[in-house]
């Protein structure tokens, strides 16, 4: 299988291990990532005015890539999936906006959202299947006890996301099972943990933050996975008290995959 990638900016910088063992995961389960030429930055937050076309223009370039080669589109920061999921929805349902993109675009053929967007969490479940993917375990995770962390960006809104239920989504635990581990059920996995706020209230992303750090270590949690740069560093920065392990989720599907430390060494060697 096939599909366009669209890495973003932070897997090029601060997320290097999300792209990393997801290109690797990926190539062991036989698909294709195809990135995508000349790529720029989404956004990084979906614009909530009607008339801001400028800062969707980089998302619909993508998306116009994509429909080129003729592949689903593949994401994985939460974020950029998140704004470009959005962005294409605004294409496929909004005339005035997908208007006025196509006409200072000038494409040769309009783009009206006729790309599939798709995170790689859906590729494993929808396209892969996770049944398939516990074949493929080498090292399964047995006796692991793993929380999701989805955050906010990842599933909402639900109308356009349409990953999973918003509130009592299931698509990480069941790739937490297909791996071998043991999923954490608990309160905050699908709260916000501050996001961007932290650039103005270190204190409110710091209390949002441990509230999620406590409750997957009340409900029994040994580590965390997440999708989503912006968290990872958030749970991070504020998980002195109960330092809890939180890492991507395409590092512990390249454990499973046996093939971590090929990464390991790669990153030894830099």
């Known amino acids: 299988m096939i599909f366009s990638y669209y890495p973003g900016c932070t897997l090029k910088t601060k997320a290097k291990d999300l792209d990393k063992y997801a290109r690797m995961s ?3 389960l036989g698909i294709t990532l195809e990135e995508l030429p000349a790529w720029q930055c989404c956004g990084a937050v979906y614009p909530l005015a009607k008339d801001e076309i400028a800062t969707k223009l980089s998302s619909v370039r993508a998306l116009m890539s994509a429909k080129e080669q003729g592949n689903d589109l593949i994401t ?6 998140n704004v470009i999921k959005q962005v294409n929805n605004d294409m496929q349902s909004d005339k005035d906006i997908a208007g006025k993109i196509n006409n200072y ?3 040769d053929v309009e783009y009206h959202g006729e790309t599939n967007v798709i995170h790689y969490l859906e590729m494993l479940r929808d ?19 793993i929380a999701a962390y989805y955050g906010c960006m990842l599933l909402r809104p639900a109308s356009v996301m349409q990953m999973d239920n918003p509130e009592n989504p299931v698509i990480m635990e069941n790739f937490i099972r297909a791996i071998g581990g043991d999923p954490v059920i608990y309160p905050y996995r699908n709260e916000c943990c501050g ?7 270190n204190a409110l992303v710091g209390k949002n933050s441990v509230k999620v750090l406590a409750s997957a270590e009340d409900n029994g949690a040994e580590m965390i996975v997440t999708a989503c740069p912006l968290c990872l560093y958030n749970l991070g920065k504020n998980n002195a008290e109960h330092k809890v392990p939180v890492i991507y989720f395409t590092e512990l599907l390249a454990e499973a995959l046996g093939i971590k430390g090929e ?3 790669e990153n030894a060697d830099v």
Do not use: I, M, W
Request: net charge positive; glycine share 10%.
């Open 26 to 28: 990926a190539q062991a």
């Open 76 to 81: 994985l920061c939460s974020a950029c999936h």
């Open 105 to 107: 675009l000038n494409p």
């Open 127 to 145: 396209k892969v299947g996770f049944d398939v993917l516990a074949q493929k375990v080498v090292h399964p995770l047995t006796g692991r006890k």
């Open 195 to 201: 996001g961007y706020v932290t650039l103005e209230d």
């Open 263 to 265: 990464g390991d060494k």
